[in-house]
């Protein structure tokens, strides 16, 4: 079976076949492996921190090191790879110092925040940790097939733990073995217009079989992440700024420009809610998550209870944390002929049995995909929240903050990107399962001449 976009044998037309530059053969992930460092030794000092990041951690003494840094420019760095690389590094060292004493930094010095804010401009991202920068720009292969869960390492971490590489890699994985159906889903979306039943059909249920895939892979997470390691060790270098005043950022972080320049900044943390890959996933099949969002805001959440004229909906803000050229992607497929309302109106027929049929299969495949993050989720967030900590805390961050004060005592958790953590994650499921049932309540027996 394919496992890159350029193995994939399918037929576009030009409007469709213009997308494709936009991502990589391999997705939403990079055509090669990120650098593993700058090549000029100009932005050696920031390297250095970054070798020896989990070590000033543990010590608690990242910001003394950041103190001594000075402001460098980016004018030495020439590639996108280069580009990339640098805001990886700056994403680590960001959050480092944000979290990284007994009380979050309010402060982000001009060390970091000037060229951070150049690297993001750049790159169309937020000056914050993203899942771009976690992620996809943060891994090594040994075997060069991105897909091989166990070739696939990650370059850095804020804990030094295997555990860490392990919860990174799995998401690469995850992008990895997704990324064939891509122009398949685009080849679907081109047949809506001649009638095509059979090709939409049949990439419906690849679609369906892919998802099925990768879904098995998040049970591999115990494999070699511990959940108490996760909790405690990684997840609260993961938050952001936004909606973390029980964490100590009440304000966010000001991002200090130098010479009395500067701006306070609320943004979300890094979360695989920022994959381009599912949120593709979500356009081709037609999943409305209006509910997801309502039901934030009714919970004291981070989203509108109505999107007013104008207003980004929490799904359309999230895209505004990935890659410009992966933004610009799901907006045009977005525009282009919706496969739901193609389902919808097809005309009573046999064909169109086996294109709802395919539909719901591929919606649950990937509500069930979604169930199985949330139990997920619930093994590394939810329970070890409720489990005493394995030291006595001695830093306030998302971790500590979120612990569970006693037994039938009940805390809002917090996820790393902002939002309600748990009630966000079942309410978008149920979108997904929901959008199957609608097609299914349409279904009317077929009288057979």
């Not at 929240?385 to 917090?414: C, E, F, W, Y």
């Amino acid at each position: 079976m394919p496992s890159r976009i350029s193995e994939t044998q399918v037929s576009l037309s030009g409007g469709i076949l213009d997308l494709l530059p936009l991502v990589s053969r391999n997705g939403f992930l990079p055509d090669k492996e990120p650098l593993k460092r700058l090549p000029d030794i100009y932005y050696e000092p920031w390297e250095q921190i970054l070798d020896h990041l989990p070590i000033l951690l543990r010590e608690k003494i990242i910001r003394n090191e950041v103190g001594k840094l000075e402001v460098l420019a980016t004018a030495g760095l020439n590639t996108e790879r280069e580009w990339q690389r640098a805001y990886m590094i700056l994403c680590f060292l960001t959050h480092g110092y944000i979290w990284g004493g007994d009380t979050p930094s309010e402060v982000l010095p001009p060390a970091i925040t000037v060229p951070f804010l150049t690297v993001s401009d750049h790159l169309g991202l937020p000056p914050i940790a993203t899942y771009a920068a976690l992620n996809l720009w943060n891994f090594s292969s040994t075997s060069g097939d991105f897909t091989d869960l166990d070739s696939l390492r990650t370059l850095h971490t804020f804990s030094g733990t295997e555990d860490e590489c392990w919860f990174f890699v799995l998401s690469i994985a995850i992008e990895a073995g997704g990324a064939r159906i891509i122009p398949i889903m685009l080849q679907a979306i081109d047949a809506i217009k001649h009638d095509d039943y059979e090709t939409v059909t049949r990439a419906l249920s690849d679609m369906a079989t892919c998802i099925r895939q990768l879904t098995p892979l998040l049970d591999r997470m115990s494999e070699k992440c511990d959940p108490m390691v996760f909790y405690h060790q990684l997840r609260p270098f993961l938050a952001g700024t936004k909606n973390m005043a029980a964490a100590g950022l009440p304000n966010g972080v000001f991002y200090d420009e130098g010479s009395g320049v500067g701006k306070w900044r609320q943004l979300r943390g890094g979360s695989n809610g920022q994959s381009s890959l599912i949120q593709f996933y979500d356009l081709v099949l037609g999943i409305d998550h209006t509910s997801a969002s309502n039901h934030h805001a009714q919970k004291g959440g981070n989203a509108p209870p109505k999107t007013a004229p104008g207003e980004l909906s929490f799904y359309e803000e999230i895209r505004l944390y990935m890659p410009g050229q992966h933004r610009d992607f799901l907006a045009r497929v977005s525009r282009m002929d919706k496969i739901q309302d193609f389902v919808y109106s097809a005309p009573t027929s046999p064909a169109q049995q086996r294109l709802h049929q395919s539909y719901q299969e591929a919606t649950k495949a990937l509500g069930d995909f979604r169930q199985a993050h949330m139990q997920m989720v619930t093994r590394y967030v939810v329970v070890p929240s409720r489990k005493p900590a394995p030291s006595p805390p001695s830093a306030v961050n998302l971790a500590t903050t979120s612990m569970q004060p006693k037994k039938g005592a009940s805390k809002k958790l917090t996820g790393t990107g902002g939002t309600d953590l748990i009630p966000f994650l079942r309410a978008a499921r149920d979108d997904t399962y929901g959008a199957g049932l609608v097609v299914a309540s349409q279904d009317v027996p077929i009288i057979k001449l």
